[in-house]
């Protein structure tokens, strides 16, 4: 048959490297690393299997392993040792996050990038100060502008500590602005924000919520992230976080709204992160342990749909075990 163009031309081995369009590096992911004050040995997350908290003594440890797959760049999550209404132990000095810090900028070349939420310090475990009495509310809220300068706080005592970027995930309205500001009067001016622009309310961040102890003790977080149905609202929320000042785009969760990914990617011109969050990390897991799916090869290609989609870095679970394959 005469057919001018055969597109499996270029699926034979040799060629396909050539012609191929996107590529995994270990150096576009980011891991997550949990530092838990409340514990003296490693408690494994059950939900997601190969994951820790890791005692704050083991918390260098946890990040030369990572080191070692050649992925460069640690997420920091704490698990305080008590909790309060206004999430106190989120910006104090000796706080784990910030112990934590200290202890891996001066042990380690790893790039510390640490989450800036109130959630897993709130006794209520949400991303913010409470409106009065919102516990007797089932449209309960959280008081938008008094949690900014708590955002602010806590990330000027990350940067005090050593991170090197900062990555908030309130979905606070304004919170990007609070962040700069705060930063730049400390003296730090140097420390890029990585804004969990487009955060969506997902029923996939609950093992997260588990590994990290940040549930909400009551409601949920519709009031403040995004509605999954919302795809032009994302363009505003990115664009409002891009005029305040955030150096990273990020879309979250990832493979769910890889549209949302390629929107964002389209039009803005800073670099885009995505977080392949724990439900997607505990999916194929499970259906890994039945003997359903090819755990590294699914984790393979979703990271690859990501990056395709138009990620330029992802957060993943898969960090370390996907750069070890590479
Ligand atoms: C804190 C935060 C969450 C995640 C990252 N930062 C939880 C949430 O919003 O409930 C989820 C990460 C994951 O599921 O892997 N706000």
Redesign the pocket.
């Known amino acids: 048959m005469d057919l001018p163009n055969r597109p499996r031309r270029l699926r034979r081995d040799g060629v396909r490297g050539l012609v191929s369009e996107t590529s995994l590096d270990p150096s576009d992911f980011v891991a997550?690393v949990f530092v838990d004050a409340t514990t003296d040995e490693r408690v494994p997350i059950e939900s997601m299997p190969g994951h820790e908290r890791v005692p704050l003594d083991e918390a260098v440890a946890r990040v030369e392993e990572v080191l070692e797959t050649g992925v460069e760049a640690v997420m920091l999550?704490g698990i305080p040792e008590s909790k309060d209404e206004r999430g106190t132990r989120a910006y104090a000095e000796s706080g784990v996050v910030q112990e934590a810090t200290r202890k891996i900028t001066s042990e380690t070349d790893a790039y510390v990038i640490t989450?800036i939420?109130l959630?897993?310090y709130t006794s209520h475990g949400h991303?913010g100060v409470l409106e009065a009495d919102a516990s007797d509310d089932p449209d309960l809220t959280v008081e938008n502008d008094e949690t900014l300068d708590l955002l602010a706080k806590t990330a000027v005592s990350h940067a005090e500590a050593g991170a090197e970027m900062v990555a908030p995930?309130?979905?606070t309205d304004g919170m990007v602005a609070a962040i700069r500001e705060g930063l730049d009067d400390a003296g730090f001016s140097d420390v890029p924000i990585m804004s969990?622009a487009a955060?969506y309310e997902?029923a996939?961040?609950?093992?997260?919520?588990d590994?990290?102890d940040?549930?909400?003790a009551f409601g949920d977080?519709r009031h403040y992230?995004m509605d999954p149905a919302n795809r032009r609202e994302a363009m505003r929320e990115v664009e409002l976080d891009a005029e305040q000042g955030a150096d990273v785009l990020m879309v979250?969760?990832a493979l769910p709204y890889l549209d949302v990914v390629a929107d964002v990617r389209r039009n803005f011109d800073h670099p885009v992160a995505a977080?392949?969050?724990?439900?997607?990390?505990a999916m194929l897991h499970a259906a890994g342990e039945q003997g359903w799916l090819d755990v590294e090869a699914t984790a393979r290609e979703s990271l690859l749909s990501i990056k395709r989609a138009g990620a330029d870095l992802i957060?993943t679970?898969f960090a370390e075990s996907v750069a070890e394959s590479l």
């Open positions: 997550p999550f989450d939420c959630c897993e991303c995930s309130s979905m969990y955060k997902s996939f961040y609950g093992p997260f919520r590994a990290a940040g549930a909400p977080r992230q979250k969760p977080y392949n969050v724990s439900g997607e990390y957060v679970y």
